[in-house]
């Protein structure tokens, strides 16, 4: 009887203590945070060469219950568990960035508007073109456009994709795939690079989950 009831204690305590890191993990977590990594797609390597980045993905978190999830602009836009979203990244690496100035989203009604946009993208196609318009959308312009739209925020500088290096063999290979000669070089673009840069933004001092 005694080894029962020292097991169950044993059994209690231990889901007790999963559950407080768990819950001491989440807190380190703040909803709006904007993670970044180095995707295993594809497309990644062309991305980091043509902008000079070692991150070719972000997504926004939000808390939503016990759980964190990242919404994301992949193939669809969705939203995705935060342990899973970190296992697909390279060497499962990441870095998370928050506004400088956190009374932006304080407020549970300015937390709202900012997911309000972001769910409004839910759905949409993976933007393979990295066209501006909404039809289709890709990782940072989701980001990007959510906190302009809601926090009237620009994280990082809209550039041209005549701005990046195309020089390279491997993004020269990608442009053909997408555009063949009609490349679109006045298109308006925002880089994972750029949001990433913004002056706005700080970097976050997170334990590896």
């Keep these: 009887m005694r080894k029962l009831i020292f097991f169950l204690f044993a059994f209690v305590l231990a889901i007790s203590l999963l559950s407080f890191d768990s819950q001491e993990k989440n807190k380190l977590f703040r909803q709006g945070d904007i993670i970044f990594q180095t995707s295993l797609s ?3 390597q062309a991305i980091q060469l043509a902008t000079k980045s070692n991150y070719s993905h972000c997504g926004i978190i939000f808390k939503e219950g016990e759980n964190i999830f990242v ?3 992949v193939q669809p836009v969705k939203k995705t568990l935060l342990k899973d979203w970190i296992k697909r990244g390279k060497n499962q690496q990441y870095v998370v960035k928050r506004l400088k100035k956190p009374n932006l989203l304080e ?3 300015s937390i709202a508007t900012l997911k309000k946009e972001v769910t409004k993208l839910l759905g949409k196609k993976y933007d ?3 066209n501006w318009s909404d039809d289709a959308i890709y ?3 989701l980001i990007w456009k959510a906190y302009k739209r809601a926090l009237n925020v620009e994280l990082g500088k809209l550039e041209k994709l005549s701005d990046f290096d195309l020089s390279n063999p491997v993004v020269k290979k990608i442009i053909a795939q997408r555009y063949g000669k009609n490349i679109p070089l ?3 673009v925002i880089s994972p690079a750029r949001v990433f840069e913004s002056d706005l933004l700080e970097e ?3 334990p590896k989950i």
Aim: glycine share 0%.
């Design 107 to 109: 407020s549970e009604a």
């Design 71 to 73: 919404y994301e602009a």
């Design 186 to 188: 006045n298109e308006s």
């Design 128 to 130: 393979i073109y990295f």
């Design 42 to 44: 594809a497309q990644s």
């Design 139 to 141: 990782c940072s312009e």
């Design 204 to 206: 976050v001092k997170l």
